[in-house]
């Protein structure tokens, strides 16, 4: 059996499921036909057989695909800051560090001090930040960097990862 690249599956997971869509739009399209009455039934280049047997062997490629994605991304691991994560793990803690990322950038680029509007009459309100923005932009960029280091580990890794899968029809 051929192999294929751990990326390379992501890829073609993508493909097959818009296969799939697009096969079943084509049942809708096979299953149905206007024709006056009493005219004979045209022949069909493919019927809602053929496409139903296509389909379902899209999806059985799909479901072993999916599959052995799952089993490579438990399986293997990355050393992220001396510590060893499954793939699945790293997966995860890259999307956590960008959430992070994102949010102390947010506080990041607060104001130290702003005037809020005033609900009554000669009373100001001054909003306060309990943090040093500064401080946090360049906190919420470093662990930016974290994230797309570790991003380019997992990358990497889906390269050298081959999984038992034919690939030939898609590809």
Same mark, same amino acid.
Do not use: C
């Given at each position: 059996?051929?192999?294929?690249?751990?990326?390379?599956?992501?890829?073609?997971?993508?493909? /097959?499921?818009? %296969?799939?869509?697009?096969?079943? #739009?084509?049942?809708? %399209?096979?299953? $149905?036909?206007?024709?006056?009455?009493?005219?004979?039934?045209?022949?069909?280049? %493919?019927?809602?057989?053929?496409?139903?047997?296509?389909?379902? =062997?899209? %999806?059985?490629?799909?479901? &072993? /695909?999916?599959?052995?994605?799952?089993?490579?991304?438990? #399986?293997?691991?990355?050393?992220?800051?001396?510590?060893? &994560?499954?793939?699945?793990?790293?997966?995860?803690?890259?999307?956590?560090?960008?959430?992070?990322?994102?949010? $102390?950038?947010?506080?990041?680029?607060?104001?130290?001090?702003?005037?809020?509007?005033?609900?009554?009459?000669?009373?100001?309100?001054?909003?306060?930040?309990?943090?040093?923005? =500064?401080?946090?932009?360049?906190?919420?960029?470093?662990?930016?960097?974290?994230?797309?280091?570790?991003?380019?580990?997992?990358?990497?890794?889906?390269?050298?990862?081959?999984?038992?899968?034919?690939?030939?029809?898609?590809?």
């Amino acid at each position: 059996m051929s192999k294929i690249s751990l990326a390379e599956a992501v890829k073609l997971k993508s493909l /097959l499921s818009k %296969r799939i869509h697009e096969l079943e #739009e084509e049942m809708d %399209r096979v299953a $149905f036909i206007e024709i006056e009455k009493g005219s004979k039934v045209p022949k069909q280049v %493919r019927t809602i057989l053929d496409v139903e047997q296509e389909l379902e =062997e899209v %999806r059985k490629d799909f479901r &072993l /695909l999916d599959k052995l994605m799952y089993q490579a991304n438990i #399986e293997n691991e990355i050393t992220f800051n001396d510590e060893s &994560l499954t793939i699945v793990e790293a997966i995860e803690l890259a999307t956590q560090l960008r959430a992070k990322a994102r949010k $102390f950038k947010e506080y990041g680029s607060a104001q130290k001090e702003e005037y809020s509007y005033s609900y009554g009459e000669g009373v100001s309100l001054i909003k306060v930040a309990m943090f040093e923005p =500064e401080t946090y932009r360049l906190k919420g960029l470093e662990i930016e960097r974290q994230a797309n280091r570790l991003s380019n580990l997992i990358n990497a890794k889906n390269y050298a990862i081959e999984l038992d899968f034919d690939s030939e029809k898609y590809f």
